[in-house]
């Protein structure tokens, strides 16, 4: 007998990642192939579409709906993608094309909103209806969901927690064009930087022989020293997880979430740093929220934007009926 | 002919407002009747009921739906107040008593949201789907509505935008129980503290007139020294202006709001007002949300509130038809 399933797919600019899901969450098949960046990425959703089909075939599924996660500035009600950098993308109208190609209903978000709607449908956040979700990679991106739903805000950029102010005067360059957001002092790079300062400035310690060693600080550095035990690299997490925990205090203060999730590289040091941003998120939300607020660190990985993608498809073409 | 409308109620310490409102929002008729505090405010919603019944049988109304905004820790889902120490209610059923005394379905929810509500509706932010109300009165209060919808959070809790932590160190006891809220800065109260302390400190201009010849320093004093260029009580302004900036910039880094919405006491200053928020609101905010979001004075005055429950009433039984 054919199963009914969604597909979700997370579109970076590496991989296509593609997963055939029940409406119950359950990823029955999942598999990635290689974006194919040449020109400007006209080929990339015919090649999806392809292995979509091709897969769907080999396994006995048909899809009833899909999911697109996508890198970029987008317009999520007609499902086109104003830019996206990463994949070479300007003013395409995927969900248009997709349709077309796969003979499904399609919708389109951004690829953060829906690693925070994985999270919120399968992962740390499982049935949460009020979650915010903070990645904290190379980047700092962030998804936001209040009453159940993707917050998009005016023209799509909502959810935009990396680029919150943190340090009002004489902070880092960042690439939104302002001075001092979370992601120059709490993203990996942003770890790593400090690290570096710290060392050239304190001349001592872990981080020091690391730097010898390697010419280079990274932010695992950083974490694994401060888990050892090492002051310099102490002070770095301590000074990261402050503006962090103020920035999501702040957010929780006006959102009242049931839960904050922590995800990428920088989420791996796990308890350790949890515990960190728990005490600095306590100084600033109010008592209730600072006690009643879930902070954990996510649980999908990279399954996050699949998962995110088939469960928008879910509730865009099968709860809501749109 | 009896002409059908949406009763809106909303329910102060000192006043109960009322209004008849059309489905596209104008009002009918409004009036008011003292609150009455006796007994744990165990007859406000019946004489409400009463003065409601009343008039709407003299004019030749049909009440609808009925919304209420009320203050204090509200379950929004079931119109069960928990706690209203304005008022004195604790551990109250409204929904349920005002159903039963008028006969039609009535929605309960927070105050400060439904003046939100009301501005959104047909006030400064007439249309806008996404946007942030501030009220700048004896506390700070806000309502944040996303996507259309009233923001609750997880425990009703949303909205808090007067507890956004504005001061890391050393900042004023808050009635909360932090320090350094918003509202220790940009309230009414706030700004006349700093203007207090500014005068004692500075001994010169306007406010120490002030200050020598009524004994206290209002907000009111400082908005009004620092539009005739008194130094003393511009540097105020520009301090509650720079934290009010500060924290609106950074919720709209996350919420991309249309627009922003100023109410209260405190709003009256007006465009001398704006002018410094908007010119702080920039330094913090993302280029593009810096470019796009408006921030204007509220419109509707004591009107919001009943306008918003109607606009709730309306949004709850007859377009989602709950």
Redesign the interface.
Known sequence: MVQKVLAGIDVGGTTVKMAFISEEGTIHDKWEITTNQKEDGRYIMQEAAASLKARQEKMNFKIVAAGVGAPGFIDVENGYIYEAVNVGWKSYALKEELEELLGVPVVVDNDANLAAGGEKWKGAGEG???LLAVTLGTGVG?G?I??G?I???????????G???SI?EGGARCN???KGCLETVASATGIARLGLEAVQREQQGFLQSVLKENGAVTAKDVLDGAKKGDEVAGQVVNEAMEHLG??L???S??????IIVLGGGVSRAGSFLLDKLRLEFK???????AE??KINIATLGNDAGVIGAAWIAKQTFIEKGA
Request: glycine share 14%; hydrophobic share 35%.
């Open positions: 949460a209806s009020n962030g936001i209040a009453g739903e917050i998009h805000g005016q023209s799509g950029m909502a959810g935009e927690i680029h919150i102010a009002k939104c064009g302002k103020f920035a205090a702040n957010l203060n006006s959102l009242n979430p049931d100084k600033y939300a109010i008592p209730k929220i009643d607020t």
